[in-house]
């Protein structure tokens, strides 16, 4: 079985300029999550949607915007990109909302500002 | 907001060894999860423990959800060179969102 698809995998962009990162969850999975992982850290939590609704949103500013579409795939979106947006970052899915539903990682979309 | 400490942040360790690392936390999580990740990868799920008390074993990996709620410790037997990688806690929220909090990494490395 496929697991989290996400696209693409490595990205460059320029100071300012926006960028849309897709994520594919696993079959079945209705809940989609959007994490933050710069280099040596632990990734940092973003959105989170569960039936095409946002259920949480973390410390993050208004640039970072997300949806879910009908088939629960997801987007992330991040306008006027800083030097600072550098990172990996990550989908994972879940099938629930509970607390026994684990989150399951992508491999992460390495996205580079200069 | 709610940290989770995480130690050691490497360990440098022979292969065959036995590995030990544990996150602890002044909040307290509905769920424990241990994960790994591997260069250019994402975390990988390891383990994920539920109950406070719960001591739940995958293969040479053993881990244990603490009474309090508050803190984990992941073990790793007979230690072997696929092992090495970064190791991550991260505690699972329910709070309207679904949320983990995670460690800052062990980063382990093996030496044949």
Redesign the interface.
């Known amino acids: 079985d496929a697991g989290?698809t996400q696209s693409p995998t490595h990205l460059i962009k320029t100071r300012g300029q926006h960028v849309t990162l897709r994520c594919s969850p696993i079959s079945g999975h209705k809940?989609v999550?959007w994490?933050q992982q710069v280099l040596g850290?632990?990734?940092?939590?973003i959105f989170?949607y569960?039936e095409k609704e946002e259920?949480?949103?973390?410390?993050f500013p208004d640039r970072f915007s997300a949806r879910q579409f009908p088939n629960y795939s997801s987007e992330l979106n991040v306008n006027a990109l800083l030097l600072g947006d550098s990172a990996l970052y990550?989908c994972?899915s879940?099938l629930g909302?509970?607390?026994?539903?684990?989150?399951?990682?992508?491999?992460?979309t390495r996205l580079t500002v200069t | 907001g709610q940290q989770l400490n995480q130690s050691p942040q490497s360990m440098f360790i022979q292969e065959g060894e036995d590995v030990s690392m544990n996150c602890t936390s002044s909040s307290i999580f509905n769920t424990w999860l241990w994960y790994k990740q591997d260069p250019g990868e994402g975390p990988v799920l390891l383990i994920a423990l539920y109950k406070a008390g719960e001591l739940t074993s995958n293969g040479r990996l053993t881990a244990q959800f603490g009474i309090t709620r508050k803190d984990s410790f992941l073990n790793i037997s007979a230690s072997i060179p696929s092992d090495v990688g970064i190791y991550f806690c991260a505690g699972h929220i329910i709070q309207g969102a679904q949320k983990l909090v995670f460690g800052q990494g062990t980063r382990l490395t093996i030496n044949p």
Do not use: E, K
């Open positions: 989290v809940s999550s994490y850290q632990g990734p940092q939590f989170q569960y259920r949480g949103r973390g410390n990550l994972a879940s909302q509970g607390a026994f539903s684990p989150l399951h990682f992508g491999n992460g």
